[in-house]
């Protein structure tokens, strides 16, 4: 309930149009959040520009069909289906034919709208079998309307790679970087750049990498300052934060 | 060394005003980084803006008046030691009389430039016992030359506390919040507001706690998307990384 | 052997009617228990009232129906079995034709007495993924006797979701709280309520949730008083120990 | 804000009394818990029979004192600062010479209502050195208004000192269990007793009880229904949840 | 080679009976352990009485038959192999037609000799899941010639079920306490008796039960003397120390 | 309370020499153990050999004397106080002037009896840092009236130190391996021996031995059979098991 | 660029033959690493003796016969493709049909040169379910060019074994130990030889072997000088960096 | 015992100037290894180039100048004592007056010989801190007789500072990477040279560095092959191991 419908209600009192205890009703019958929240609004109507998202992995066979349909109702924004698997796009594409299906960052996109791609938003990672947990990531800021760069397959064992590719960082305004193994990939590009990066562990590795531990901890520990994290694996949280920090950067500098 | 530093040598031989051999030395002399990493440059200028630091804890005594000496010969801006004990500010202050010591924040100041205070950082603590930290963050993003606003004690133990105030959260750029025990603050505060959300884990707690591991996990698996976690009790990570995002958010809106 | 036996068996001898080495044996043939543990029976009593409870996972294939027979035949009470698959429920159902199966707590129930629901038991689930864990702890309790109600996905990333809907805990003896991931809710729905909360951590959620301990972690840590913690993904365990306090706050009261 | 002042409000509209921008406001004042949590209320007004407590590990010397007062100023009720050393209490004494010192609870006392003792909570330890957690437990019980039966030193190691004196568990309406090292009297209790019963692990042992973890594993993996567990070394927590219990159990009952 | 051999040789060279460099050859060719470890063939005839063990586990398809009668042609014992799946059994009973299976215990027994059974070990299990590692345990032990009793399913949260037959216990040389879940069976019965306990963890249960790590970390905390531990599921290990202990109690008395 | 004292209690009753009231109190008087566990009398007895013990650490200052003297009372035999400081023992010889400390064992005996040595125990240590947990292992051996020998500083970096004084090994009853860091000894020196081998992993080391778990883990995971596992740094309770171990290897054969 | 041809520029600026903005261009266009890493270019040159290598598993099917072929266009060595399954080989043997399968080692060659065997690596495993690991260190080192001898199944549970086999060990120039369960041999190993140990833990073990936890702790802790550890199961870097060694103690002498 | 004086005294028999009794004495006086070790003397010679090394950490107050008087009287190289504070070195100094003492390394050193430096190890390191533990592995390494040089302070955060100065690994034999934090340093080094690289974590950092358990598993999962890890601050470990590699390497080129 905005400000301005309390006053209506209120105004509606003094006129006798409105009872006091219906007015009583309405007030106690909204969601406690719509009247003291006015000020998230603004953050929710901020969202609302973000696609819906569902998290496939876990949700019995035969549901997603009919929880991607309410979400259509209800928004008219693009809907993202993540952690999607090919079982998850036929179950999809029975209710929605022309859903696309995104099998490296395993994500499923009903497309309706077309945002305009704005500012820059790389996403690193060290090895190729980090790339889905990146294609994560960045589907999910292309599809919020943020510009992407990929730049993939170079890790720290062959530090070269990277150091010869620099200029992608250029004019970047938040970095992701995805690595599993050693993790050790966050830490140079936070040394390299000066925007903020996002780091993401991945479970890539084996023996002592212990599902991802390994490299989580190695990027909490970073030294170089300006690096945070997510959970391991978590691309579509890297791809919102990124989508949060690049759209303020470039958003307000809007005339 | 900047392309036109370079084009600068190049011509100067081809002017006869500079020699093969030293033009060569010139370039071979540059730091690595100068030469192929022009666009870092731009990232640097960004970071000479930031203030000095050194990290107190572990360095031998008598060693911080000169570590602090010779920064401030080579920069103009101001100087931060972070976990400085109150031992540490007296030794500094033998060099620096008009050093500065916060002792909640744990950071000893030598002011030398006072910044215009822009955008929005809001720093929120669990409780009492995780204000340090909090306040470490804070005075790195406020002498960085940022507007931060504090909201301490407002654990999720009595979240209508923390729901009483959330007109505190309007305008924010970025939130950082602080939370030992089970860190479950970032995760609310992640719900409530739509900008980046950095969460710092504190190792304030006992029993299983374990030394800020259970805050930790809390915040990297925050089903509150929007949320990044820096290590525990890395209040100074959070404040940087806050810098980071609050300047590029007010900053990019210049005219 | 209650007090009364004991002294019949002595008032025996002295009339002569038992024999002192008959006595002797009588008295150290009866288990301990039953001499030691007069006040234990009428616990035991208690627990009789309860449903009996076979743990079906990892129970060989085939066990199922005789195990179930077997506790038909010396109980009369409803009968409870946990961690049910289809398959169990099928070897169940060959025994007991009238046996329910509800698959979303994974119980097969064989229903022999109907109790009356007293008192007020509320479970809440912080995602839609606990739903399982939270419905064996709603089912547990039901069939034991207490009105149970239940608010599920109101989850600490969307607080709103669970302020607007506080009027469920009016009047309730005793909280569940499922929740995986960061586990947070616990604390919330701890600093909301001031009857007794039972934490439920669940292994839902992925990378460093490392299967339930980090929401186990948060609970135990939490800052809310009021909130005791059982072992992950055991919907059983907090659904027995909701309906002791709730049958005790509930019953103590009959005239 | 309750519902009467709300109507209030509104009839002052409707006669014209207030005006509808000043009830606007006000109603946007109240905070968001006073109209939508009329219920909560009543639940702190049941927490306003509890003591108020403060922790004192951490708290900067010479604090206690004023914190303390400014309690005793915001209730009438007793006041508890727990975690408190002999300093703690010379601190405190010097603004309330009256305060008490319960030096094994390491528990100050301002004592200023006296409750009646209702209901039955036993405190039962595995050793002496789990003694300080459990009287922390039963102090604080005690004090709240339970009658606390306290049954100390018989470990598992000694199951015949258990289980000679079970008769102390006759009418008790919750159990709390202290104990370190293995931790394994919770389990044992738990399948003596039929209330609840609230295990603490502590964190007395050494080597692989890594500072109470062992006791908090095998309280989690009882395989005794009934029991709950608080975090390691949480004297307050357990007791505080005891008393919740033991009054709805006792309370309910009156006339 | 005994002091004794090496005299004979070395007077054999003084005789001229044997020549210097078969000599050097002689005492060269003996492997170490023959020459400084005379008392440990007096242990190794010992182990011969003990049956040959093979690990199924993990060896590939089609190797068992011929490990098996590798093992049959250079001992006359008995030989077990442990961990046998059915299909492990069809493999060997091909080679071997007369090879026992005992599926409870995992172990495919090829009975060559006839021990008589002495002394006394008793088998303990906590619940029901951990009698294969239970059987395991009391199989090695049976085969190798000892008496083995087995109270299966005495597990802590019916603890009155073990006080009621605690004669079992009389006579005991050695216990073997099997336990899953929290472990405490083994302290328990470590307070009950005085012969030594050997403590098995098992991987039964669930949840915060990591495995076997809660088990494990109980049984190692035990506060009962008297007790050691193997590693989880270790029932061989179990058997074959239970059955060195047995037979030097039993042993050490004949006549 | 003995099956003869039952006898003449019924007997006194037959005869009317006893009130069967007051009989019945008396039977229900004695603890249940002693009616119960005749059996375990006998075990209670074996264990009165035993010297009494008291674990120091974490007693409060001044409270040793006390404990030392009420032991004194109640027992005839040998009394000892392990983890003693040499402060306890000042305390301890106030009122036992003829109090012995043991400083390496770090324990503290009021002997009182002489027992014969029978049997033997060889107690090992891979390093010298470990001997302190070595000498209170046996130490409580040796004062229990066992056979002791030693044999430290044979860490498997230098094998060929072990090797060269295996004949220390012969005629071993069981055998103690104390170790550290990587705690490698138990394994060979339960490859070497045939005897029972309990293995006491101690927290000397550094870095990655993260207080004993090393060790720990690599005796639980012995590949050699017979090793059995006490607690990190558990002497007392290795040389408590070797006590039991050894008496009844040795005390069997009595004729 | 090396700093001639850095001066060939120059010089041709200097005489007209060069532009400035193209020398600019020149120097810009160089990859970083070829102007600071002139010294590294000889070690990659050292590199390309070695087989080029691809790690199979987690690569999606029907990817390695392109990658194969890929490799096998830019260089001219072998090719080997580790952690290959039997579906991999035959992947690969369509495009190449005289790859070769190493089953145990479980490795795909592309045999395209043969090397001389110099110096020697010895390569020793503590059971028989370590030889996978092993044989992956073992080929890698053979193909690299070195001459390897195998030692398997020579275990601290019967060191004798070990030991009378100590001869292998002779003019050695580094030796693998691999090892799972408690992973003892690699301090054996290291207190037996005075070259380098490289140990590799593997995850063979159960219980609280945790997948190679105990080895890798063990092997850390290794009271021998001179052993370092490479990650669990890490085969391939075990190979590979014997062969570092071995080539550099066998090159070095070469006239 | 080498062969030939095995010979040596059989052929004394042979002769008659050896008695057999005394013969017997010799050969079984030798420890075993002696006999069966004669491939291991050689090692053993190439150990005595070592200097003989103390660890001093643990030693009681006082016996480490008997310690290094009974070292000095059985070799004649330079004894080393690592981790030794100022008091050690003043204990010490008494005994040797010339004793000198690296406070940074914090070894004392007994130089009696002086060796030709040759090869050429590298010791990096991260940050400041960790400069103690790289003394520690320097120094050894420079006594030992191996040309040391030394890079400080380049870790990954400024890895510029790393790449201006990679002439330094030219001509390496061997890296020593020392580096706590997020210990991303190793992998980089061991992506620029071909040398081996030993990798030390460091326990320097703070939170979620848990003790450099942070910067061991980054270093165990490096993907740059050629790394292998020892201990957490085990500094002496890789300066040993550089030794053994680096003499290896040089000494193998001797004419």
New interface residues.
Partial sequence: MR?EE??EI??G??K?RVG??E??AR??LE???D???A??D???E??KDLPEVVYC??KPPGTLGSIARSLAERSTGNILLTRASEEAYREVKECFPDAEYLPLARIIVLRREERPKVGKVVVVT??T?DIPVAEEAATVAEISGNRVERLFDV??????RL??R??V??GA?VVVVVAG????LA??V???????V?AV?T????????G???????????????????????G??AG??AH??NQ???G???P
């Fill in positions: 400000r309390l006053l209120l105004r009192i003094r006798g006091v205890e007015a009583a007030i106690a969601p406690v959040t009247l003291g929240f000020n998230l603004q953050h929710r901020l969202r992995e876990g060290g090895g079998a890790g720290v064992a062959g530090i070269h150091l010869s620099t200029e960082f250029e305004k193994m050693e993790g050790a830490s140079i936070g040394g390299l750049v000066s925007c903020p996002i562990p479970s890539v590795g084996y023996g002592a990498s212990f991802g531990l390994s490299a989580l901890l190695t990027m909490l520990n970073s030294c170089a300052p300006g690096v945070a994290v997510v959970n391991i694996d978590n579509f949280g919102y934060l949060l920090i303020a950067s470039a307000s500098g809007r």
